[in-house]
C-alpha cells in the first residue's frame, strides 16, 4: 500500500504524540482534526469525496468497502486513540458527521484509566460535530473489547447521523454507556466542553471539574487533587469499583433514546474495566 506524502495533514504530530498515563486521563478526548481524515500507518492524511471514490491516497480498493461505520462520541474520533487501540500499522478512515437531537455527556462511570469517559444522550434540538470511524472486522472485534461490551458499553444502532460526505448507504452503530450519566447540581447531564455542539442545552464542563464532582459525590475526600483523583484511579480497581457503584444513586439514563441496542458477547474485556 503506497501513501501519497502531498495528501499528509499539516501539523499530523500533535495528534499523534505520546502521552503520560496522566495525560491519558487529563486530557481526554484528546484533540481530533477538523474534517475527515486517513490515519495509516502512524501518519494521517486528509480525506475528502474525491479521495473516497477515486482511492488517491491509497493504492487499493476503495477506502470505506467491507468497514462498519461507528460513531465516535468520545476520544475515539482523535488519531491519537485510533493510534493507540489499532497499533502503528492500522489503517482507519474517519468521516465528518453531524449527530442530531443528542449532545455527548459525562458518564456515570470512571474508565481503568482514570477518566470519566463519555457518551451520547438525547437533547432535542442540539447538533453535535463528531466522526464516524470505518472499521475492518479485526477492529470492530477490537473496538468492543476497548469499550467493555456488555458491562460498560453497549454496542448500539444509531439514529439521527448525518454524514458530511458521500458514504455507502447503511446503518451507522456506536457505543452506550450502560452506568447512565453523571447527574450535575441541577440534575441534568453535563456535556464535554471539548466536544463541539450547537443549540447545546447542558452546561459543559472539562475532566477536572467532572474529577472534583466524583470525589464530592462518593466517599472520596473533597481535599483531593485531580492528579491525585486520576492516580488512585489508575492503580486501585477495587477503589475505582466502589466509586462507580457509589454513582449509581447520581446516574441518569435516557428516557426512549435514538439508538437500538444489538447483543454482543465478547470474551476479554477485563483488561479494559
Known sequence: MKLKNDFELAGSRAYL??????????????????????????????????DLEEGKLVQAEPL?????????????????????????????PVTSAWLHDCDVVHTALVSYYGAIPCTAFPSLGTITELKVVWLDEDQLLHMHKTEGIGVAYDYVEMQGVEHQLEVPVGPVFGYAARAGVLAWEDSQPAGLAAISAQARQFKTISQGEVAQRVCKLTNLTEAWSVEQFITTMQTDRTLREEVIGQLQTHAIQPDQPPWRVIPVSMDGIDDYL
Open 17 to 50: 504524540g505520546e502521552l503520560s498515563e496522566y495525560e491519558r486521563a487529563s486530557l481526554y478526548p484528546y484533540m481530533a482534526p477538523e474534517g475527515s481524515y486517513l490515519l495509516a500507518k502512524r501518519r494521517l492524511f486528509q480525506l475528502n469525496q474525491r
Open 64 to 92: 470505506l468497502v467491507g468497514r462498519t461505520p461507528v460513531l465516535a462520541v468520545g476520544s475515539n474520533r482523535a488519531p491519537y486513540q485510533l493510534l493507540r487501540k489499532f497499533g502503528s500499522e492500522a489503517i482507519v
